[in-house]
């Protein structure tokens, strides 16, 4: 593609908030927008969001940041050739093909309310919690969309209904925008998931990349409710009428953890750790799917094109990470904007031995206890505020570690790229990653040096590269340019004797012990 002005917009729908931004053929970004919306909890262990306010929030993003660039002198509008998408995985909804309506709010992924379900799945299938893992890569959980779907299957009337009908579309985030971007009711709009959040929905087997028939038949889910399952990167449709930037392609969709893999330019044998609401932490283990032993999770990595390889991953998932930070200001007001928390932190040189375990809603990997709730255990009277602010930013490195070791332990030494020192790096992005205590903590805790890009939001860098690559804005090589990603990255490197990170981790694992079987405590 020639020099003229050229650029590449990314939708990045994460868990509380939408952007949109754009990058020109550099992959520098040039103009962004971002718009919280609504997280509703309307009982405990509950979490949902309003999918028009999301697409609403899609809308304002997409016209608010190309009015950006315009005035600062770009022309978007003759040099925008394609859209990618990313999004918040497994939040589940269900709407009327032939109203274009959400038949109920979508469930967001770490919504806890299918626990019942869970559990009857794990008595009547012969293969229990681990049933299904052998073709999709995954167990039973309440993180996972088909149980959500269940849910809304066996509790609200307007969905069984419809199911009945023919009626029901089901889709994860994905699959709502790109049906109402590409026209909905009013122009035929297309019914499709990529394989990335396809692979999280517990029905997709992993190795046909299609939707599973006898896990559909098991689950009595209909599967012309089902979206058609195609690549991250092609071009699937064009933008419609009545939105920002119309016949626009759409030509990149990934989740939000395999956007990052790909903005961070992940190679077989390397790994990322992403730090938001939770904290993914995802290992490219090629083109071979390896069934973890050690609590993880088997799941794609991505797969650039209709005819591409596709590169699997081990995934770790951690639901509380920069969510313990938002409580500590939300919810108990140990500070008022989560910048504090470093400040705070850092005016104590350790947590005087207390240790913070965030199970908010049940632990995810390695543990999968959804018995488990949050625990702050080693309180004295010598505790202050500043001892829990360190302890809440250690307890998300912690459980980074405990998910790389689960790595390790699968993967092998083979199976992780080291650099020339023999070094295992570990490539970091999200919004958490500013905070250089937290990072500092992390290469103290593994033991091995952390990889901060200086573009940390990789997630929308990842789903623009996917758009682009599929109409010839960028090659592979482009995107996996190892001397183009070892620039302007700041290294922490781990400063802690190993006898003490030794003595710390014990003491976690013990504070972790502390959490099982609490979900039956009394609430009154």
Request: proline share 3%; hydrophobic share 40%; net charge negative.
């Amino acid at each position: 593609m020639s020099d003229e002005e050229v650029y590449v917009g990314s939708i990045d729908q994460g868990t509380t908030s939408t952007r949109f931004i754009l990058y020109d053929r550099s992959a520098r970004a040039i103009a962004s927008h971002q718009v919280e919306f609504t997280q509703f909890y309307p009982e405990a262990g509950w979490v949902e969001h309003d999918p028009m306010e999301i697409l609403e929030s899609v809308k304002v993003c997409l016209a608010k940041a190309i009015d950006k660039a315009t005035a600062n002198g770009y022309n978007v509008d003759g040099g925008l050739k394609a859209i990618g998408l990313t999004n918040q995985r497994e939040t589940t909804l269900v709407w009327s093909k032939s109203t274009g309506c959400p038949l109920y709010n979508a469930i967001v992924w770490m919504d806890a309310r299918t626990s019942s379900i869970c559990r009857k799945l794990e008595q009547e299938l012969p293969g229990g919690r681990t049933h299904f893992v052998e073709t999709c890569g995954l167990p039973i959980s309440t993180y996972f969309s088909a149980v959500k779907l269940l849910w809304l299957k066996e509790n609200v009337d307007a969905v069984k209904v419809a199911m009945q009908k023919g009626d029901a579309l089901f889709g994860t985030v994905d699959t709502w925008l790109i049906w109402n971007l590409t026209g909905g009711i009013n122009g035929g709009g297309l019914h499709v998931t990529d394989v990335s959040n396809a692979s999280r929905t517990m029905l997709m087997n992993l190795k046909t990349l299609d939707w599973d028939q006898p896990t559909l038949c098991t689950l009595g889910i209909p599967a012309e409710s089902l979206p058609k399952i195609i690549s991250n990167s092609e071009v699937i449709g064009k933008i419609a009428k009545g939105w920002p930037i119309p016949g626009v392609p759409i030509s990149g969709c990934l989740g939000d953890q395999h956007a990052a893999m790909l903005g961070q330019a992940c190679r077989k044998g390397e790994a990322k750790s992403t730090y938001g609401t939770g904290a993914f932490i995802l290992l490219n283990t090629g083109e071979e799917v390896i069934h973890s032993r050690h609590g993880l999770l088997s799941t794609l990595a991505f797969k650039l094109g209709p005819d591409a390889p596709t590169n699997y991953a081990l995934e770790g998932s951690i639901a509380i990470a920069g969510a313990a930070v938002q409580w500590l200001r939300d919810s108990l007001g140990v500070i008022s904007s989560a910048s504090e928390i470093e400040d705070l932190a850092m005016s104590v040189d350790s947590t005087g031995g207390v240790y913070f375990v965030p199970a908010f809603n049940g632990l995810f990997a390695p543990w999968w206890r959804e018995d488990a709730r949050g625990v702050c255990i080693g309180i004295t009277r010598f505790t202050n505020k500043s001892h829990i602010a360190r302890a809440v930013l250690e307890s998300m490195c912690f459980q980074v570690k405990d998910v790389l070791d689960s790595m390790h332990k699968d993967a092998g030494e083979k199976g992780e790229a080291k650099n020339e020192k023999g070094e295992f790096l570990l490539r970091v992005d999200g919004g958490a990653t500013v905070n250089n205590l937290l990072m500092q903590i992390q290469a103290d805790l593994l033991g091995n040096p952390v990889v901060r890009p200086a573009d940390i939001e990789t997630t929308a860098l990842g789903a623009a590269y996917a758009a682009g690559l599929a109409v010839g804005i960028w090659t592979e090589n482009d995107i996996f340019s190892s001397g183009e990603r070892a620039e302007n990255v700041t290294t922490f490197h781990p400063r802690l004797d190993e006898g003490v990170r030794k003595s710390k981790l014990d003491s976690w694992c013990k504070a972790v012990s502390r959490t099982f079987d609490l979900a039956d405590l009394c609430l009154l």
